[in-house]
């Protein structure tokens, strides 16, 4: 039962699944590779090219040429030797860089054709490829198909040219199997559901280009490019591609799933040595693909701020990251070269929706001169990842020192069971102005990164960010925060003035506090001592008076509350105009009583002056210094009659 259970399984999982998990017979026996069928003329020439996986072993091994005898091969060509036969006509030259060796004949004889084994080392042991070759007697002979030799997981490209006059015709690439040509690709078709082909027209007219990255064990064998439609017209080429496992070939990611809102990153192929080249990173639409960055510096406007290139040149590899990724971000992405086009590849992107694990302000405004923090809030899984901030530019993201991760702060919008990373800024200037990434890498590989937009105002007028206001909600809106000077977020968040204007700020504000009432204390004692002294020249001018009109007693100043404005009171009595002489009179006891009666109510009234005073004084001090004591009762002095 569990025998026809496993057949059963099977027939039921699709033949390209199954070949493309396990290489076909022809790569697991050899990994050499050469033309299947090799076509010439009677005294002509061929070349017959061999290719070999690029190990060190392979580059400094023994290649060979031999004729197959029944189970035996006789040598004709080797790297060091050459049969009688072939002296003079024959030549074997190895291309290690090239991963291939080419074996030229020419001076074609009849005798020349059979069934020959190109391969590595000794003959026999099976690092070998089967090759025909056929003579005919005279033109036209087949044309040979191209071959191509292909990594595991590399990008195939081929360009097919059938001239001018096929400008117009439908261009295609289609894969030979036993029941016809099965289309790949044609330049009808406006997309590749895959995302892993593109066709592309090129110059001169009549010519395009067909690429295909990911290459998989399935993706061996026979093709065809041409221009009308397979088997009806003339205009087509065979394409023989075999694919190879090479152990040192990057395994990159065909296929990234993230959120909305957080980063992708997405690994490129690249050869250092070849610095002419140049490398851009794009998104298919279509036929075409839009360029969004390049190895020059220039980034896609779009996507200023969003999109990074950073190059590793140990594993010879170039990372992109795409940050605040949104829905319509979702696609197919090409790493291209205008020369190794071998190195191209492609990754689908796939965004879901969901929240982004870095968090925190992604906009931020402040004005020159003032301090800014910006903050990344990370979750508990991050906590043991490297933590960083860099500066962004279109060259790539600078790195800067960032303050030690911490508890978050108040202000900083984060949540307070996440931890943050903090980038200290100030005094601003109006270059500090642009975009800041926050990071997360783990093993020096990018796990997720947040951009942050800083832009920073001139004018004193600046509009500032809501993070920056961190004023209590229960004071008046328009009234500055207590003590005048800005609150301890504010500063630390940049938007308080300059600390030279908050220290000279907060010194005015102390001294009008101690001055202030000490400014009110001596107005206070000025008006109290001008009083008394108005009371006492009063009543000094009443004791004249009373001494000089002997017929108004005070009691009648002091019953009456405007004394100037009555005429009843002022009973007057002049004495002759130009008299030289004064009225001199003696003072009787009526008059004497009436005297001391009036200099002690003037000694009551200054007595009651100097109590308010003391008690208006004590008043002021105990409000300034804070206290809530009352005023003490200060009684006036005993009279001393």
Same mark, same amino acid.
């Given at each position: 039962m569990t025998f026809l259970a496993f057949l059963f399984l099977l027939t039921v999982v699709p033949a390209g699944s199954a070949r493309s998990r396990h290489p076909p017979m022809a790569a697991i026996s050899s990994p050499v590779f050469g033309p299947r069928q090799v076509h010439g003329v009677r005294g002509g020439s061929v070349t017959v090219r061999c290719f070999y996986p690029p190990t060190p072993a392979n580059r400094h091994d023994r290649k060979y040429w031999c004729r197959q005898r029944g189970s035996a091969c006789l040598t004709l060509l080797s790297s060091d030797f050459v049969a009688a036969a072939y002296q003079g006509r024959a030549t074997l030259t190895d291309h290690p860089e090239q991963e291939q060796f080419q074996i030229h004949i020419s001076g074609l004889e009849p005798g020349d054709a059979g069934t020959f084994q190109c391969g590595l080392g000794v003959n026999g042991r099976g690092l070998s490829f089967r090759v025909t070759l056929s003579v005919a007697e005279a033109p036209p002979v087949p044309e040979d198909a191209e071959l191509f030799y292909v990594k595991l997981r590399s990008t195939w490209t081929v360009t097919c040219s059938f001239g001018e006059g096929t400008a117009e015709m439908r261009k295609y690439l289609c894969k030979k199997e036993k029941d016809g040509c099965r289309k790949v690709i044609d330049s009808y078709q406006d *997309?590749?559901? @895959?995302? /892993?082909?593109?066709? @592309?027209?090129? &110059?001169?007219?009549? +010519?395009? /280009? !067909?690429?295909?990255?990911?290459?998989?064990? *399935?993706?061996?064998?026979?093709?065809?490019?041409?221009?009308?439609?397979?088997?009806?017209? +003339?205009? +087509?080429? *065979?394409?023989? !591609?075999? !694919?190879? *496992?090479?152990?040192?070939?990057?395994?990159?990611?065909?296929?990234?799933?993230?959120? @909305?809102? &957080?980063?992708?990153?997405?690994?490129?192929?690249?050869?250092?040595?070849?610095n002419s080249s140049t490398r851009f990173w794009c998104k298919q639409k279509g036929r075409h693909c839009v360029r969004i960055i390049d190895s020059t510096g220039r980034v896609e406007d779009t996507y200023e701020g969003r999109v990074a290139a950073f190059e590793n040149p140990e594993n010879k590899t170039v990372t992109i990251v795409l940050n605040q990724l949104r829905d319509k971000d979702k696609g197919s992405y090409w790493c291209m070269s205008n020369e190794l086009r071998e190195q191209q590849s492609s990754t689908e992107l796939t965004v879901v929706p969901g929240e982004p694990a870095l968090t925190g302000k992604k906009k931020v405004e402040a004005q020159v001169g003032s301090q800014v923090n910006l903050t990344c809030c990370y979750p508990c899984a991050y906590s043991s990842y490297e933590k960083f901030w860099c500066r962004w530019s279109s060259r790539g993201c600078a790195m800067l020192p960032a303050l030690p991760p911490g508890l978050p702060q108040p202000g900083d919008g984060c949540d307070r069971s996440a931890r943050t990373v903090v980038l200290s800024l100030g005094p601003l200037r109006e270059e500090d102005e642009g975009w800041y990434w926050c990071g997360v890498k783990r093993n020096g590989a990018f796990v997720e990164t947040m951009a942050v937009e800083l832009r920073v105002s001139a004018g004193r007028d600046a509009k500032l960010s809501p993070e920056f206001l961190d004023v209590d909600s229960s004071h008046d809106p328009g009234a500055a925060p207590p003590g005048g000077a800005g609150s301890e977020a504010e500063v630390r968040k940049g938007a308080a003035p300059e600390s030279s204007s908050s220290d000279e700020s907060h010194g005015s504000n102390t001294l009008a506090l101690v001055l202030g009432p000490l400014a009110g204390l001596i107005l206070i004692v000025v008006t109290a001592f001008a009083i008394v002294r108005y009371r006492q020249l009063k009543r000094s001018d009443l004791v004249s008076v009373g001494s000089y009109r002997t017929n108004i007693s005070m009691s009648d100043f002091e019953s009456v509350r405007d004394f100037s404005g009555s005429s009843s009171v002022k009973e007057s009595q002049e004495t002759p105009m130009g008299g030289d002489e004064f009225i001199t009179t003696t003072d009787t006891p009526d008059s004497a009583a009436n005297t001391m009666k009036a200099k002690r109510s003037s000694k009551e009234d200054a007595d009651l002056a100097y109590s308010s005073f003391l008690a208006t004084s004590s008043s002021i001090a105990q409000a300034s210094s804070g206290g809530d004591s009352a005023v003490r009762d200060v009684s006036p002095p005993q009279d001393r009659v």
């Open positions: *997309e590749d559901p @895959t995302g /892993r082909l593109q066709l @592309t027209f090129e &110059s001169p007219p009549g +010519s395009f /280009r !067909v690429t295909m990255t990911r290459m998989d064990w *399935e993706d061996a064998g026979l093709y065809y490019c041409g221009a009308g439609e397979y088997g009806k017209d +003339s205009t +087509s080429k *065979e394409l023989d !591609v075999f !694919v190879y *496992e090479d152990k040192n070939f990057p395994h990159l990611k065909t296929n990234i799933t993230a959120k @909305t809102g &957080s980063s992708a990153t997405f690994e490129c192929l690249y050869e250092p040595l070849l």
